[in-house]
């Protein structure tokens, strides 16, 4: 059998697993059985299928007719779309574990089966949509894939702000759609045939010009993937779906985007310079706002969210450098630019994923996501920190783990370029090395005070120190990703030379032409591994050093060093916002963060409150005005529908004269 | 395989002195302080004892602590040493050395610190809290800095490793290069200050929490985890004065086991000045700090932009 059956098959027993689970609604526990059973057995085969063509680097075609002028059921499987179904496959299976145990709870309520029904739409539909070959097909699918989450979002849609992120979500998938509806319209050849391979062909023959294409598709592909400032939606609407929901929406389907616009890449034939540093700028921009204000964020799954746009933003700058590299004919910098980013997909797939489970764990066990109310969970809830920790240090990029691999492809393909010899190379490489730099070392010190602030310390809150451990499917869920993210950082030089399929795909270039630069950066990966090997010999020899002189001279327990003060409460904590604070004063500018104080200074001062929030300023300063100025306008052209038959009919015969008037 | 060892041999030792020889450094910095403010001093061995004397003892935990703060002593000591290993001591390279290992170093250093702000978070205590979020800031603004450096080395000498970059930089002529070397130096200078929480950023021997930022961090490790953070702290000074000497003294025409004894020699004159420096000038305010890695980030864009004119 070929993979595109296996692929179909998985996709399909999706679509049957979902419609199943929503028939069987009214029986909680059947839908519950039947979502697991058959998105596992889904995943499974579907993966099975993608990794054999990434393996082997093999392409299928599948055309069926159907009655749609200009268009034909056009599917396909090559590397590229492999690449971007094992993340589709293997996050929503296992997400799909983790779901099944966190809506335990909820079993007896109707909507369970609805949430199940739109979870595997939605994941059958991102495959789907990179399985088009036709223009058509694509945005059928794509539509499908933008409207599921619209109902995950509103999963408890008794709450407003669930109701707003809903609202807002929709405008924004809308707009992007638009822009994908006028790209495909202008990529065909005189509006005749929507199929990707006639786009393709007549890449010289084109009347819309080739930037107008690219920006189309930046724009469109881009508020999917989450672009600053197209980004306002991911804020919104992760935190309101159901934790496996968030996970396969910030982990999955923004990548969908990415997977969009690289298509269209392949298609328009060799890049202009330009589009690269197009890309290097959005990469940089939303690479760093996006961590930033991840940084100034108190809810957790808001923070997540955010940091899923700096993500985008580090896939984004790998992807510009590869194509300054591929307009200027620099092999290099092209393989190793494009590597980095795509292999960036997959890592983010992995721990944006875990850290979604992670923490949907915590509103599980802790009943809350304020970082400010958390703390100390460690203990009561081991499996989770230590799953929480592993995605926190390979989301900023901490050896030996996958984020490291990934950014260094990305840092190679910069040294690549600052060594270049043209000017215009040798600034975005620069800007990509120094974004990435930035990125990392704020990257950290978001994920520090997140784990820091849930896991370590004392529970600053009753729920926090009661809080329970996650349930058996969670952990597993929780445990697979994690042990994903260490074995891609570990096997990094055996993962790196796979990408030269996809790669070959993208650039219409034979596999062979790029392989250099990629066995060359996965013989460095390769010491690097003899170097963490020593590392992990290290921490083995030091640690069994540690335990024979704890046996000599057993270890004391005492309090916290308090200045010598021995009753401290949880209070006096440094909480997560003094935490970020020094960094987010530096841009305070930017982030505009809400402050508001009760201070009291007086002889005998009462209790003083202090409280910050951190709301998106691109949503609150930029587009809810411009939107508000648009309804305005939109509200003038009301003088003319005053409802009256004689005013229309007016109309209808001025039109008539106009129209007389012009064709004479 | 002789001859291979033979070369390596050079690297080995250089290691081993690194590891021998970094206590022996820092009391070299305490001596200098000392003998500045008219005083003897300590014994240049005072770290050593200091260091057996707690690995005798028994260490204190907080009953809020976990099992992170416990294993965050060993990573941080793990993660100096495998960096040490990518680290080239002037002219005689690294033990083990790739393409890309100036990045390998970078993460294993950033590893070691973010096990570090953990192990701060994990007592629960508030000024640990406060040195976290210090580390947090300074560690952020710092990276992109060692970066550029490290690119505008990489664009000056056409080299993609550490070592290859000192061996290339040893044979380029040292006159022409001194326009972009002497802000690398200054680039490279005030990130070892930083990463080593020296003055003017951070008081080593200061005695008040709320004014420190490496010592406040590790406030309640004691006994044998005590010792190892000091001895990975004494390393990564090693490591980033080895990186300075490496590009301070670019020294032609010596090589094998000549440079080794110049790179030893270069790292004392290094922590010779550090002690001068920490002497004749008070620890600058918090705020302004950012101001002095804005200032090094100046410096490395400057020598970036003057690699251009040099090659």
Redesign the interface.
């Known amino acids: 059998m070929s993979p595109l059956t296996f692929v179909g098959a998985g996709l399909a027993l999706f679509c049957w697993t979902g419609a199943s689970s929503w028939l069987a609604r009214n029986h909680g526990r059947l839908a519950q059985g039947l979502a697991g059973v058959g998105g596992v057995l889904a995943s499974v085969i579907g993966l099975w299928g993608a990794v054999d063509v990434l393996v082997s680097g093999r392409s299928f075609e599948l055309t069926l007719p159907w009655s749609m002028p200009g268009s034909t059921l056009h599917l396909g499987l090559d590397p590229l779309s492999a690449f971007f179904l094992v993340p589709v496959f293997f996050g929503a299976g296992v997400a799909t574990i983790y779901g099944v145990s966190y809506l335990r709870h909820d079993a007896g309520r109707r909507r369970i089966g609805r949430t199940w029904f739109f979870y595997f739409l939605l994941a059958a539909a991102m495959g789907f949509v990179t399985l088009a070959r036709d223009g058509l097909v694509f945005l059928l699918a794509w539509e499908v894939m933008a409207l599921s989450p619209l109902f995950l979002v509103l999963f408890e849609h008794e709450r407003p702000q669930n109701r707003r992120a809903a609202w807002i979500y929709l405008v924004a998938s809308h707009l992007g759609a638009a822009c994908l509806l006028a790209l495909f319209l202008l990529l065909s050849p005189e509006g005749a045939s929507l199929d990707f391979n006639a786009y393709a062909a007549s890449s010289a023959s084109r009347a819309a010009p080739p930037t107008l294409l690219f920006a189309l598709a930046v724009l469109g592909f881009g508020s999917k993937a989450g672009f600053v400032p197209l980004h306002v939606w991911l804020p919104e609407a992760h935190p309101a779906a159901p934790s496996h929901a968030s996970a396969l929406m910030s982990g999955v389907m923004i990548k969908i985007g990415i997977y969009g616009l690289l298509r269209v890449l392949s298609l328009l034939g060799t890049p202009d310079e330009s589009w690269g540093w197009t890309l290097v700028a959005i990469g940089a921009t939303s690479g760093v706002s996006g961590i930033l204000f991840a940084l100034a964020q108190r809810d957790l799954k808001r923070l997540l969210a955010y940091c899923s746009v700096e993500n985008i933003g580090i896939i984004t700058l790998g992807l510009g450098l590869g194509l300054v590299g591929w307009a200027r004919g620099e092999t290099t910098l092209m393989v190793l630019g494009f590597a980095g980013g795509l292999l960036h997909v997959l890592n983010h797939s992995l721990f944006k994923s875990l850290l979604f489970l992670g923490a949907g764990a915590i509103q599980h066990g802790a009943k809350t996501l304020d970082l400010e109310q958390l703390?100390?969970l460690?203990?009561r809830m081991p499996v989770t920190a230590g799953t929480f920790?592993v995605g926190a240090?390979a989301i900023?990029?901490?050896?030996p783990l996958n984020g490291?691999v990934s950014?260094?492809l990305i840092?190679?393909a910069?040294?690549?370029g600052?060594?270049g010899s043209s000017?215009s190379i040798?600034v975005a490489?620069?800007v990509g090395?120094?974004?990435?730099?930035?990125i990392?070392?704020?990257a950290?010190?978001t994920?520090?005070?997140a784990?820091?602030?849930a896991f370590?310390?004392?529970a600053r809150s009753q729920a926090a120190a009661e809080a329970h451990e996650a349930d058996p499917g969670m952990r597993v869920a929780m445990l697979t990703f994690a042990g994903a993210c260490v074995l891609v950082g570990l096997a990094g030089s055996f993962v790196v030379p796979l990408l030269g399929a996809p790669l070959a795909v993208l650039l219409r270039q034979p596999v062979a032409a790029l392989s250099v630069p990629l066995f060359?950066?996965a013989?460095?990966l390769g010491?690097?591994l003899?170097?963490?090997a020593?590392?992990f010999v290290?921490?083995l020899a030091?640690?069994t050093?540690?335990r024979v002189?704890?046996k000599?001279?057993?270890?004391?327990?005492?309090?916290?060093?308090?200045?010598g003060y021995p009753e401290?409460t949880?209070r006096?904590?440094?909480t997560a916002s003094?935490?970020?604070?020094?960094?987010t004063r530096?841009v305070a500018s930017v982030l505009r963060t809400k402050e508001s104080h009760v201070d009291r200074e007086a002889l005998f001062p009462k209790p003083a409150t202090f409280q910050t929030s951190t709301p998106d300023p691109v949503l609150d300063h930029l587009l809810t005005p411009l939107f508000e100025g648009v309804a305005k306008l939109a509200s003038r052209a009301r003088v003319l529908q005053q409802g009256t038959v004689h005013l229309y009919v007016l109309y209808l015969a001025l039109t008539l004269v106009f129209l007389l008037l012009g064709l004479r | 395989m002789m001859a291979r060892l033979a070369t390596l041999a050079p690297s080995v030792v250089a290691l081993l002195l690194g590891l021998g020889l970094a206590f022996w450094m820092v009391g070299l910095v305490s001596r200098t302080k000392a003998r500045v403010a008219g005083r003897v001093g300590a014994p240049l061995v005072q770290c050593y004892r200091d260091a057996i004397k707690l690995?005798?003892?028994?260490?204190?935990?907080?009953?809020?602590?976990?099992a992170?703060f416990?294993a965050s002593p060993?990573?941080s000591?793990?993660?100096v040493?495998?960096a040490l290993?990518?680290v080239p001591l002037g002219d005689v390279e690294a033990v083990?050395h790739?393409?890309?290992?100036l990045?390998?170093v970078g993460?294993?250093l950033?590893?070691g610190?973010?096990g570090t702000?953990?192990a701060a978070?994990?007592?629960?205590?508030?000024?640990?809290?406060?040195g976290?979020?210090?580390e947090?800031?300074f560690?952020?603004?710092?990276?992109?800095?060692?970066?550029?450096t490290l690119?505008a080395l990489?664009?000056l000498t056409?080299a993609?490793s550490l070592t290859e970059m000192m061996h290339v930089l040893h044979r380029m002529d040292a006159t022409t290069t001194l326009p972009v070397v002497l802000p690398l130096v200054a680039a490279l200078g005030v990130a070892y200050l930083v990463e080593n929480a020296r003055m003017p950023v951070d008081d080593p021997t200061t005695h008040l929490?709320l004014t420190m930022i490496h010592e406040v961090m590790i406030?309640?490790h004691s006994?044998?985890?005590l010792a190892?953070l000091e001895y990975a702290a004494a390393l990564k000074q090693w490591l980033f004065a080895a990186l300075l000497v490496g590009v301070l003294l670019p020294i032609a025409g010596v090589s094998g086991w000549a440079s080794l004894a110049w790179g030893v020699a270069g790292i004392a004159s290094v922590s010779i000045a550090v002690g001068t420096i920490e002497s004749s000038m008070a620890r600058l305010r918090?705020r302004n700090v950012?101001g002095l890695i804005l200032g090094a980030g100046a410096a490395s864009v400057v020598a970036?932009l003057l690699t251009?004119m040099v090659r």
């Open positions: 703390g100390g460690s203990r920790l240090a900023v990029g901490l050896p490291f950014e260094f840092l190679l910069g040294l690549a600052v060594g000017a040798v490489a620069m090395v120094v974004a990435i730099g930035l990392g070392g704020l950290a010190a994920f520090v005070k784990h820091g602030t370590l310390g004392t060359a950066a013989d460095s010491v690097a003899l170097v963490f020593g590392f290290l921490l030091l640690f050093l540690r002189l704890a000599r001279q057993p270890a004391v327990e005492a309090e916290t060093w308090g200045c401290t949880p006096v904590q440094y003094s935490f970020a604070h020094p960094l530096e | 690995l005798g003892k028994a260490a204190v935990y907080s009953r809020t602590t976990t992170l416990k060993v990573v000591l793990a993660t040493l495998a290993a990518m083990v790739f393409s890309g290992d990045f390998a993460g294993l950033a590893l610190r973010f702000m953990l978070l994990d007592t629960g205590s508030p000024f640990e809290g406060m976290a979020s210090r947090a800031q560690g952020a603004l710092l990276e992109p800095v060692f970066l550029i690119a990489s664009r056409g993609t929490e406030l309640d006994g044998p985890d190892f918090f950012p970036f251009g």
